[in-house]
């Protein structure tokens, strides 16, 4: 079990007798603690860097207020920043513009892109009432398109129908030109992806996205993700464009620290979460849980 960041920190506030502000001496020994609990969540390091300094640059003169321990007033400030930085605003897949609305996924092999392209495709026909077709581009991973079908038919769901031979972009170009003519509210593209973050990769990515013009592209990224996710994540942005990032797995033993760091060096809103394998498992994004669980 990892140790608290309040067992930590009343640790380091013991020594401090007198309550009254805390001073730039009480916060940098609490910086240290903060710094090691974010670590351990998986956060990366040079967001840690910066997140530290924001908090120290908050704490330091605060008054202690009576009814608080110094250290259950810097996990408050800590836990706000976390808040703040994840984004306390309600996030949800942005609808709004011509039909069909394209939505395309991008994301590492194994991320959950295709589970994710179904569950979203589940919520938007049930809880919108949206029609949707779900298209397959992935021609790497055999049997992907194949995936989607089934996870289509589970989900109840018009999946792109497969033809053997096409490039990803003739299969973006067929799905959206059958979204238009099939009447369809939305169009999502579940793309190919590769085990790490690569040329070939994002250049297929941009290409899809120059066809297609998607109006959400959503980066699926595994709660997992460790010091990897400040890469993967400005990589993403930075070649292809995302408008969101869709946490998955966040059911698992991961602190979480992910999506801060991912939120952090992209500026770009997580907007939902996967917690299961099931097609229900899709999940609005609150920032408070996340803050908590990184925490600890
Ligand atoms: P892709 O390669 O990115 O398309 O990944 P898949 O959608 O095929 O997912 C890979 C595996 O992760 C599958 O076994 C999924 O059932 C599983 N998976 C996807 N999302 C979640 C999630 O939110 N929680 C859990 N526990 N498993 C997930």
Do not use: W
């Amino acid at each position: 079990m990892f140790e608290t960041l309040s067992d930590r920190l009343s640790g380091v506030f013991e020594s401090l007798t007198k309550r009254g502000s805390l001073s730039e001496k009480d916060v940098s020994a609490a910086m240290r603690e903060v710094r090691r609990a974010l670590l351990e969540a998986d956060v990366a390091l040079e967001v840690v860097r910066d997140f530290t300094e924001r908090v120290k640059e908050k704490a330091i003169g605060q008054e202690v207020v009576k009814s608080v321990t110094p250290g259950q007033m810097v996990v408050k400030i800590v836990h706000d920043e976390l808040v703040a930085t994840l984004g306390s605003e309600a996030q949800t897949i942005d609808l709004n513009a011509p039909a069909p609305v394209p939505i395309m996924l991008v994301g590492l092999q194994g991320s959950g892109k295709t589970t994710t392209c179904a569950k979203i495709a589940k919520r938007l026909t049930d809880r919108e009432k949206r029609k949707v077709l779900m298209a397959s581009l992935d021609t790497q991973r055999p049997a992907a398109q194949e995936q989607l079908k089934i996870l289509g038919e589970q989900a109840e769901v018009d999946t792109l129908p497969i033809v053997e031979g096409q490039s990803p972009t003739q299969i973006a170009k067929r799905a959206m030109e059958a979204a238009r003519l099939g009447g369809y509210d939305v169009v999502m593209l579940d793309t190919a992806g590769r085990l790490h973050v690569d040329e070939a990769l994002m250049a297929e990515m941009a290409e899809i996205r120059d066809i297609s013009e998607p109006h959400e592209t959503l980066l699926v990224a595994d709660a997992l993700t460790g010091q990897d996710a400040v890469h993967l994540a400005k990589s993403f942005d930075e070649r292809v464009g995302i408008s969101g990032i869709v946490l998955t797995r966040v059911d698992g033993d991961g602190r979480g620290g992910a999506a801060l760091s991912m939120r952090a060096v992209t500026g770009k809103p997580i907007k939902l979460i996967g917690t299961g394998e099931k097609l229900d498992g899709l999940e609005n994004f609150h920032p408070e849980r996340i803050a908590g669980r990184i925490l600890g």
